[in-house]
Each structure stands twice: as C-alpha cells, then as structure tokens.
C-alpha cells in the first residue's frame, strides 16, 4: 500500500504542517513531563522541612524575677540556647558609648533591647559563624576582648549587647522575636 | 575477543542464558594488565575491600542501633557492652572509615604521582573524585549517629556552613535539619542517608571500574602498552598480588582495632550530645583535617566556605589543568619536586586543621591553602609549558630510552 494520503494531497512524510505539528507535541509533551516531575519531587522536598510539631513549638516563657544584676541565664528557644543578661550599669555604658563605624555589623545598643528596659538583654546564643555556643554565661567563662562572650570553636567576640566584634562570626548575635508580658515575664517567640 | 569453551554442562547451560562466565574471564583473565605495576597499584582493590567491610559491618550495626536522640548514644553504649562482639563490630566501622580514607588518600595520591588522570582517563579520574565527596558525606553522617558531643557539633558546624549562602542560606539550613536545631529528624535522616549512600557509592565504584577496563591500568612508567609482551594476564598475577596486599591491610587493621581502637576517635564522643554546651575544642576526624584548615585561613565566612568546596573541585577539572603529555613523575624533573611539596603541603594542612585557629597556625594554614590552590591552577598550566621531560623509555618491556618525548 502507498502511504496515507491527506485530502489536500500532501503526503505526511514532506508536509510542513505536520513537522510543526510534530515539534509542538513533542515540545507539549516535554513541558508536560516538566511540570510533572516537578510536582513529584516538590512534596519529597517539602517533607523535610520542620513539621508542625516542630514548629507548634515555637514560643517560650520565662520568669526572669530572680536574674540578678550581673547575672545571666540560658533558655532554650526553638530548641537553641536563649541568653537572656541583666546587665550591670557599667555594661550598658559600654555597649551603648561605641563607635557604630567600628562594627563589623553596626547596630546601635537600643535597637537590641526594649526600651526602658535597656539592663536586660536577650539573645540567641548560637554563634553567627558556624553554630556553636559562644562563652561567657558562666562565672569564670572567657568572655573574649569586649567583656561579653567568646565562641571558643573559632575565636568570635561578642561584646555586651552581643554584637560581633572580632573574628569570623558575619553578624551580631540575633535578637528574638520578644516581648514583656509582665514586669518580670518574656515571652520568646 | 575469543569467547571461551566451557566443559562443565551447568556453566554451559548458564552461560547460554546469562554470560556471565564468559564476561569473568573477558574481564579477569583475558584482560591485559601491564606487567609492570608496583604495589601502589594495590590501593584499588584495597579501597573496593573497604568498601565491603564497611557496608557488612554497618548493616550489622544497625540492626541494634536506635535512630533517636533519646536513645541513639544508649543503643551504641549498649552494642559495645550487651551485643555478642557488638565492640568488635562497631570498632571495625569506626576505624574502618579511616582506613578507607587512608587507602583512599594512597589511591588518589598514586594517580597524581603516575599521571593516572591523563587522557584517555579523565573520566576514570573524575568518577573517583566523585566516589571521595560521597564518601566525605557518608562519613560525615555515619559519625553524627552515636550521638556524642562531636557528633552533634560536627554536624551542627558542617551544616551552619550552607548558611553563609546568600539570601536563602539560613533557610536551607533550617531545611537540612528539618527544624531549627540539629535535633531528632536531623539524626533520623543522616541515618537513612547514612544507609543510603554506601550503596550509591558502590554504583559509581561499578561505573569506575567499568571506565578502568575501558583503557587498562596506568603503570609506573606512564606509557601506553605497546604490545602483548608488555602485559600480564590479570588473573592469577594481580588476583594474588591484590591478596595479599589485603592480608597485610588487614593485618595492620586488625591490629589497630584490637590494640588501639579510639587512637583516631575523641574522646568527646563519649559525651552524650549536649545541644546547650559547645566543647572548648572541636575538631572534625582526621581525614577532613586538611579542608577545615582551609575553611578557617579564609577569614570570611562565605569566602571560607567557597575554598573548601573549590579544594576538592579543583581535582575535577586536573586533567585540563595539567596539560604534560607526559604521564609518570618519573620522567617529570619539575613535577616530581612539586608532587611532593604538595604532599607536604596537604599533611602540614592536616596539622593546621588540628590546632587552634591562633597565632602561628593561621599564619601556616593561609600560606598552605594559598600553596594548595597556586599548585593547581598555576603551576601545573605552566609547567605544562616550560618543563622539559626527560626520555622515555621505548616501551614497558624495552627499557632502552626512545629519544623521543611523547
């Protein structure tokens, strides 16, 4: 038998029409096997996001009543290592007399407390460089070149109102999401 | 290729199905091996024995391990003490990863020396250096899962390094984790990919080999086989000179995880995991010592990152860096004196990484990384260029020189 014949004559090997036909199925098909993929893959990725309960999980509170002046404590947020300082006079000077341009990361000391509420400071104490735990919560910890905290695993400094100072950590150590529910109580979160 | 006559009526009725017997002896007997291979040649099948030992081993472990954060440190605790041998068997895994890297680290160092990346085997070179970055991944993970202290701040530092991305790194991070710490699904998931990627690495291992008997085996003297006189069958010759380097393998093997099993290990790693308390002093395991080094001479925390990852991308593209016709070391005068400055110069990194970033070693490991780099992307292109190799021999069984460079 001879090949199909179209009614207008044109055999479907030479017809342009059909080429064109041809590259837009076969074009249709591939963005159709895209898009496809991707809606395959997007849900195993998205499932190794944090669940739910991980996130319902996402607020603290803290009584912070007996943290003397001087004193700090450590709660955990989200899972990391909250610092929460009341900081003596001497310190807020400190934090408050620097040089903005000096910093790695200028920030001025009042946009890391609350106002009014400048002796108390509260901070995620994981390291801006890689993660670690920085030093000086502890009476007798290195509290680095500017009095504040030491990330021993590569040599960052914080200074008093956790900012970065020296050493590789990018940023200042981040300030949470906060707020006084009470005189005395913080909610993180 | 002559296919072989087969006398035993089961093989036959096999191999008329299935050719498998025929590919065994295409492969192992009929395929030409040059005569003239040295022992660093053995580190091959060594790492491929490795390969084994470790995935046997790991697959008894986990057959008593608890992928929990609650339970993950107990369960290992309980394998070294209550388990029947459950101490032999976790020590065999432990000291069987430096091991690999130790063998490994000889395999890579051999091809650098013998040339073994040259043309036609680029693509042998680049299958292995991707087998070392999944098996660095793998061993990253595999030493998260006991659950001590430097498993948990290994993986906390090793994953924070995506978060010097811009822009999107702290949510990729938060992605990897699968929370906002490394916490239980971390653990959960490093263990399924633990177990996942030593059986990826024995697909690409397929894919090297296959690439291997494409063109044969490099040689010490780096020139191609000229003819049969040239070549030894592989089996018996090299099947019993790969045994026996495997009996002596095991031999020192056997004595370090019986004599000193925790020599390569920290002993923070029998602390359980404390997510609020860093260890004064972390330090990844020996084999990754070299690129922590070079992570930390950068002194930016990107720019840091983007070096470690360019150190081991560097090697995909050597063979292009790298453009002497001349394969072996030996005919190299120049290349010879660099090969080993640039050993020097990994193992004074591997220094650099073990110690504090203070004082003189920063000094060294900004002076070793700035080696590293200038050793691949300028010294080899020019080198290329300006070094005059010395004769060739004429062939591997004639070792008169050819007066002849190429």
Redesign the interface.
């Given at each position: 038998m001879s090949e199909p014949v179209h009614a207008d004559g044109h055999h479907d090997a030479d017809s342009g029409m059909d080429e064109g036909r041809r590259d837009f199925l076969f074009m249709a098909t591939g963005a159709m096997a895209a898009v496809g993929t991707a809606a395959a893959v997007w849900p195993f990725l998205s499932n190794l996001r944090p669940a739910a309960d991980t996130l319902a999980l996402a607020s603290t509170e803290v009584n912070v009543a007996s943290v003397g002046e001087g004193q700090s404590i450590t709660v955990v947020w989200r899972g990391k290592p909250t610092f929460i300082r009341h900081r003596t006079s001497k310190e807020i000077t400190e934090a408050q007399s620097v040089n903005l341009g000096d910093l790695p990361d200028p920030q001025a000391d009042s946009e890391r407390v609350k106002a009014g509420d400048a002796k108390w400071l509260v901070i995620v104490g994981v390291c801006t460089h890689l993660g670690c735990i920085p030093l000086g919560q502890k009476t007798g910890d290195a509290k680095g070149d500017y009095d504040g905290w030491f990330c021993p695993c590569h040599g960052s400094h914080y200074d008093t109102s956790g900012r970065i100072r020296k050493g590789p950590a990018p940023a200042n150590l981040a300030v949470p999401p906060y707020e006084f529910v009470s005189e005395n109580i913080i909610k993180i979160g | 290729m002559s296919s072989p006559e087969f006398s035993n009526p089961i093989v036959r009725w096999i191999e008329y199905r299935l050719p498998v017997f025929s590919m065994l002896h295409h492969e192992m007997h009929e395929y030409p091996t040059p005569r003239n291979l040295n022992y660093m040649w053995n580190f091959g099948s060594l790492a491929g024995f490795m390969l084994v030992v470790m995935i046997v081993s790991g697959i008894v472990l986990s057959m008593n391990y608890t992928a929990h954060v609650d339970y993950a440190f107990a369960s290992v605790e309980r394998i070294m003490r209550d388990v029947d041998y459950g101490w032999l068997v976790r020590y065999i895994h432990m000291n069987g990863a430096s091991f690999f890297f130790i063998v490994v680290y000889i395999h890579i160092f051999r091809g650098l020396y013998y040339g073994s990346y040259k043309a036609p085997r680029e693509l042998l070179w680049i299958l292995g250096v991707v087998i070392l970055l999944l098996m660095m991944a793998t061993a990253f993970m595999g030493y998260v899962l006991p659950w001590g202290q430097m498993s948990f701040?290994g993986a906390?530092?090793i994953?924070?390094?995506f978060?010097a991305i811009p822009l999107i790194g702290e949510n990729i991070v938060?992605?990897?984790?699968?929370?906002?710490?490394v916490?239980n699904?971390t653990l959960n998931?490093f263990f399924s990919l633990h177990f996942l990627l030593p059986f990826v690495i024995a697909g690409v291992v397929i894919l090297h080999i296959a690439a291997l008997h494409q063109h044969g085996s490099n040689n010490p003297l780096g020139i191609d086989i000229k003819n049969k006189g040239d070549t030894l069958p592989f089996h018996p010759y090299y099947t019993v000179k790969d045994l026996f380097g495997v009996g002596l393998l095991l031999t020192i093997f056997m004595a370090v995880v019986s004599y000193a099993p925790n020599y390569m290990g920290h002993p923070d790693n029998y602390v359980e995991a404390n997510?609020?308390?860093?260890?004064?002093?972390?330090v990844p395991e020996w084999y990754f010592l070299p690129f922590y080094a070079i992570l930390?001479a950068v002194?930016?925390?990107?720019g840091?990152v983007i070096a470690m990852f360019a150190a081991i991308a560097v090697l995909f593209v050597l063979p292009w860096l790298d453009r002497s016709p001349i394969r072996s070391a030996k005919f190299r005068p120049v290349y010879f004196v660099l090969f080993w400055v640039l050993l020097a110069d990994c193992i004074l990194l591997g220094f650099c990484g073990a110690n504090?970033?203070?004082g003189i070693w920063v000094v060294l490991s900004r002076i070793g990384t700035v080696y590293y780099f200038a050793h691949f992307i300028i010294l080899l292109p020019l080198l290329s260029l300006y070094e005059r190799p010395i004769d060739l021999p004429l062939s591997i069984s004639n070792p008169s020189p050819s007066g002849s460079n190429a």
């Open positions: - | 701040w906390t530092v994953t924070n390094l978060s938060t992605w990897l984790w699968g929370g906002f710490t916490d699904p998931r997510p609020l308390v860093t260890p004064a002093h972390i930390r002194p930016d925390k990107l840091g504090p970033a203070e």
